[in-house]
């Protein structure tokens, strides 16, 4: 048996090897909102769609985090694609210990209680459908019921510990 195959066959990755090896894909930022007494919002980039039929996307939560307890009795939630021009909204959804809602004002409930963030690249309004247990994080399943996009808006991006955009091709190389 060669190295190789002796080290695959070995025990999974340790959790800072996923981590480093993860950082290499590129993600969509994403800020979940949900309601609540204080509502929550976190900042994830785990958020995918999964159906057509019926509509249906995830994202990931660690359930040690304290947006858990929330999210795990909410009905529905909010998912807010991140523009380019928000790594401050995405660092303030992602720091633990301060009111998130306080630190950034840019938002209004929405339907169902929802908190809706301002000015995302777009937004989807969900039914949670299900939720899973996964390792030490949940994927919560929902449905969009509502949502909206900014014609032309550019991702915000999450790729090797940084956010960042995508360039954007000048008007006359962009397929048709």
Do not use: N
């Not at 070995?10 to 959790?15: F, H, Q, T, V």
């Not at 858990?68 to 909204?89: C, F, K, M, S, Y």
């Not at 630190?103 to 949670?128: E, I, Q």
Request: glycine share 8%; proline share 8%; aromatic share 8%.
């Amino acid at each position: 048996m060669s190295a190789v195959t002796s080290a695959l066959s070995a025990a999974p990755l340790d959790a800072d090897a996923f981590r480093a090896l993860l950082r290499r894909q590129a993600a969509t930022v994403t800020v979940v909102t949900a309601p609540g007494s204080p509502p929550v919002g976190f900042t994830a980039t785990s958020f995918t769609s999964v159906s057509l039929r019926p509509p249906l996307v995830s994202f990931c939560l660690d359930r040690g985090s304290s947006s858990w307890p929330t999210l795990e009795r909410a009905a529905h939630v909010g998912v807010h694609l991140l523009g380019e021009d928000q790594h401050e909204v995405a660092r303030t959804f992602a720091t633990s210990g301060i009111d998130r809602f306080a630190a950034h004002t840019g938002w209004r409930y929405g339907p169902h209680g929802v908190p809706l963030l301002d000015s995302p690249a777009a937004w989807l309004l969900c039914r949670v459908t299900g939720r899973v247990a996964a390792g030490d994080h949940a994927i919560v399943l929902a449905e969009p019921l509502h949502g909206q996009y900014a014609q032309g808006a550019a991702p915000l991006i999450y790729h090797m510990g940084r956010y960042a955009s995508v360039a954007q091709p000048a008007p006359e190389q962009r397929a048709a």
